[in-house]
């Protein structure tokens, strides 16, 4: 996703340098690829949120029962957050640059300079 999610950026990118663009059909395409993102970015935050209290609930388990099997399990999931964390900070991110984007593309289609945005 990360890889498909920063080409799509970079061919966005490419075609607001070029003043020769089909606005309507790049913004309309632009509003589809928005709510994949979005979702998958929703996607994301829900299994991280899933994470995040799996892992309370084994320290909590961990603490009440002292029972030390439950420490490797404590360990693999903070291992596994790292990753879904930093995945979800980088859909996050890149979500809000592809709405700047958004009125970029609508500021050609209307004729506008990029500063009167």
Not at 71 to 92: G, N
Request: hydrophobic share 45%; net charge positive; aromatic share 14%.
């Amino acid at each position: 996703m990360k890889k498909y999610l920063t080409d799509y950026r970079n061919y966005i990118k490419h075609c607001l340098e070029k003043d020769n663009a089909d606005w309507k059909k790049l913004l309309e395409m632009h509003k589809d690829k928005i709510l994949f993102f979005q979702h998958e970015r929703i996607v994301h935050l829900l299994v991280t949120i899933l994470f995040a209290l799996m892992t309370l609930m084994t320290v909590i388990a961990f603490v009440i029962t002292r029972i030390i099997g439950f420490a490797p399990l404590i360990l693999c999931f903070l291992v596994l957050m790292v990753p879904y964390i930093k995945h979800y900070y980088f859909l996050e991110n890149q979500t809000q640059e592809l709405y700047k984007d958004y009125d970029k593309i609508l500021s050609k289609l209307e004729g506008k300079s990029d500063n009167e945005l």
